[in-house]
T-cell receptor
Framework: EAGVAQSPRYKIIEKRQSVAFWCNPI?????LYWYQQILGQGPKLLIQ????????DSQLPKDRFSAERLKGVDSTLKIQPAKLEDSAVYLC??????????????FGDGTRLSIL | KQEVTQIPAALSVPEGENLVLNCSFT??????LQWFRQDPGKGLTSLLL?????REQTSGRLNASLDKSSGRSTLYIAASQPGDSATYLC????????????FGAGTRLFVKA
């Protein structure tokens, strides 16, 4: 079974520029998550999708961050404009999400973003 | 507001030792608790998931327990090996619509050969 795929692995941009990350979840997984992990901290949930609908985006800075999952499969996370404090690893995860119980989440290797 | 704390922040043990990692949470109204492992530069690997109605889960040398009423979970690693060196994170799933997942900061484990 192929895992969660993320690209790019690394990205360096200057502040005020825009950036986009891509995630392809495990085939058949209905639930997709985007997390932000700042160095030395645990991941923080930014947004959770169930198929192509948003379940939770309460911690997403909506003035600069946006995410979509148009066909209920792949997802993109965008930052525009980027700030220095956005430097972090952005992790995508997916889970089966059909039964109503929260199944184990499967993570990609993340995108490491550095803001200069 | 749910807060998740992991103690200790870092731990160094000799190979073969049994060890316990601790996780505490402030709001007992959780849906589940997961333990993850994270290797440097990698994503997270799910180790064990405990539903709120369960008391413990076991997988190989790993055993995780959950005491909802006291807001605590422990991850027990038996006969530690150098390959166990990694950061271990616990995460709680909220008991409200959306099942928000909140992580602790992790325990960085180093097992010396």
């Amino acid at each position: 079974e192929a895992g969660v795929a993320q690209s790019p692995r690394y990205k360096i941009i200057e502040k005020r520029q825009s950036v986009a990350f891509w995630c392809n979840p495990i085939s058949g997984h209905a639930t997709l998550y985007w997390y932000q992990q700042i160095l030395g901290q645990g991941p923080k949930l930014l947004i959770q999708f169930q198929n192509n609908g948003v379940v939770d985006d309460s911690q997403l800075p909506k003035d600069r961050f946006s995410a979509e999952r148009l066909k209920g499969v792949d997802s993109t996370l965008k930052i525009q404009p980027a700030k220095l404090e956005d430097s972090a690893v952005y992790l995508c995860a997916s889970s089966v999400g059909h039964s109503g119980f929260v199944e184990p989440q499967h993570f990609g290797d993340g995108t490491r973003l550095s803001i200069l | 507001k749910q807060e998740v704390t992991q103690i200790p922040a870092a731990l160094s043990v000799p190979e073969g030792e049994n060890l316990v990692l601790n996780c505490s949470f402030t709001d007992s109204a959780i849906y589940n608790l997961q333990w993850f492992r994270q290797d440097p530069g990698k994503g997270l690997t799910s180790l064990l998931l405990i539903q709120s109605s369960q008391r413990e889960q076991t997988s190989g040398r790993l055993n995780a327990s959950l005491d909802k009423s006291s807001g605590r979970s422990t991850l027990y690693i038996a006969a530690s090996q150098p390959g166990d060196s990694a950061t271990y994170l616990c995460a709680v799933g909220g008991d409200t619509g959306g099942f928000k997942t909140i992580f602790g900061a992790g325990t960085r484990l180093f097992v010396k050969a």
